[in-house]
């Protein structure tokens, strides 16, 4: 199947910067979208920006102008640049690639292990 691995987490203070970085590997496959969601203690997990393969990106609204989302193809990777960085950012960053396995002919859903964000105030 398809792996995922994340990096670029950290502690950072407020109004300082960050950028998180998510690798695609394995079986031959195609990407259609990838995206970040984080996830803080007692609440669910929620969308923090997406990019599809056509170069369309959606950002929640908490982030808009301060977060972008890119993506380097020829490395299967995403990137998320956070600035501006809030205590309210604070959480698990989880990557999400979704897409189509050549090996196994059928779409995956893959998740990254998530990589912690901490911002002090």
């Known amino acids: 199947q398809v792996q995922l691995v994340e990096s670029g987490g950290g502690l950072v203070q407020a109004g300082g910067s960050l950028t998180l970085s998510c690798t695609a590997s394995?079986?031959?496959?195609?990407?259609?979208?990838m995206g970040w969601y984080r996830q803080t203690p007692g609440k669910e997990r929620e969308s923090v920006a997406q990019l599809t393969s056509g170069g369309r990106s959606n950002y929640a609204d908490s982030v808009k102008g301060r977060f972008t989302i890119s993506r380097d193809n020829a490395k299967n990777t995403a990137y998320l640049q956070m600035n501006s960085l809030k205590p309210e950012d604070t959480g698990v960053y989880y990557c999400?690639?979704?897409?189509?396995?050549?090996?196994?002919?059928?779409?995956?859903?893959?998740w990254g292990q998530g990589t912690q964000v901490t911002v002090s105030s």
């Open positions: 999400n690639v979704v897409g189509y396995s050549v090996r196994y002919s059928r779409d995956f859903d893959s």
């Open positions: 394995g079986s031959p496959f195609s990407i259609e979208e």
